[in-house]
């Protein structure tokens, strides 16, 4: 059983940054993509970036592209979500993924517990 889990969430105001990590344990992700999801209440939970398993491809949803940056340790089994200049837009529970492909349309095997991001205004 793989584990994912989340850390680098909290509370900031508008402009600052934060940093989330994902670790992963358990049965190793062998060429796994990594990706972020996050979920705010009343909405669907939505892509935010993902990374392949050799760090060749990044993708980033439209409204964050140019403030996170996604980055994945050389050892592979850490995932940072580096998000510079937050907004109150993006405040919400943000999830580690593991799946085939590092996009909204991949399948994703394994989902971490979440951390929450509260940005104010």
């Known amino acids: 059983q793989v584990q994912l889990v989340e850390s680098g969430g909290g509370l900031v105001q508008t402009g600052g940054s934060l940093r989330l990590s994902c670790v992963a344990s358990?049965?190793?992700?062998?060429?796994?993509?990594m990706s972020w999801f996050r979920q705010a209440p009343g909405k669907e939970r939505e892509f935010v970036a993902g990374?392949?398993?050799?760090?060749?491809?990044?993708n980033y949803a439209d409204s964050v592209k140019d403030r996170f940056t996604i980055l994945r340790a050389f050892a592979g089994n850490t995932v940072y979500l580096q998000m510079n200049n937050l907004q109150p837009e993006d405040t919400a529970i943000y999830y580690c993924?593991?799946?085939?492909?590092?996009?909204?349309?991949?399948?994703?095997?394994?989902w971490g517990q979440g951390t929450q991001v509260t940005v104010s205004s």
């Open positions: 993924a593991t799946g085939r492909e590092p996009g909204p349309l991949a399948s994703y095997d394994y």
């Open positions: 990374i392949t398993w050799s760090g060749g491809v990044r």
């Open positions: 358990g049965r190793p992700l062998s060429r796994s993509a």
